[in-house]
């Protein structure tokens, strides 16, 4: 990932964290405690999900999937990481995916009260990125997206 790529990341995280901050202010400003636990209960469950890619993947990979995970929050779904068992990203990166996937399949979330949870596996074989994704929203379940290397 380049500089200004990682820039944007880090700019995106910072604004995250500070609109979390302000939340949880404000449940303290309204003396509401237990809320504010929950938030920050939710927030540790949150970075906890998210270990999968910053632990079990290399640096590249790892940014590339948590930029493709910020991206998920613009669709009104939350992207959670299961496996990840591919060598590389070039199709990955040239496609966009797996948000441009996620855009396709949750077209009628966007209304929804709350947002969704979608697991997402990625998989190669023979040249060919399988990518699983599970919501109970989904019809079909899983629903399956391949590319080719």
């Known amino acids: ?32 405690p237990q809320e504010a636990k929950r938030y920050i209960s939710e927030i540790i469950e949150e970075m906890a999900a998210q270990r999968t890619i910053f632990e079990k993947v290399e640096a590249e990979m790892a940014l590339y999937f948590y930029q493709q995970m910020l991206l998920a929050t613009e669709l009104g779904v939350i992207l959670r990481y299961e496996q990840i068992e591919i060598k590389t990203l070039n199709k990955l990166k040239e496609l966009n995916e797996p948000y441009s996937s996620l855009a396709s399949i949750t077209g009628d979330f966007k209304y ?15 040249n060919t990125i399988n990518m699983v994704f599970l919501c109970d929203r989904f019809e079909q379940n899983p629903v399956l997206r391949s590319i080719k290397e």
């Open 1 to 32: 990932m380049d500089a200004p790529k990682t820039v944007n990341l880090i700019r995106r995280i910072r604004h995250d964290f500070a609109n979390d901050l302000q939340v949880i202010l404000g449940y303290i400003d309204l003396n509401r």
């Open 112 to 126: 929804a009260d709350d947002e969704p949870v979608i697991y997402l596996s990625l998989y190669e074989k023979d």
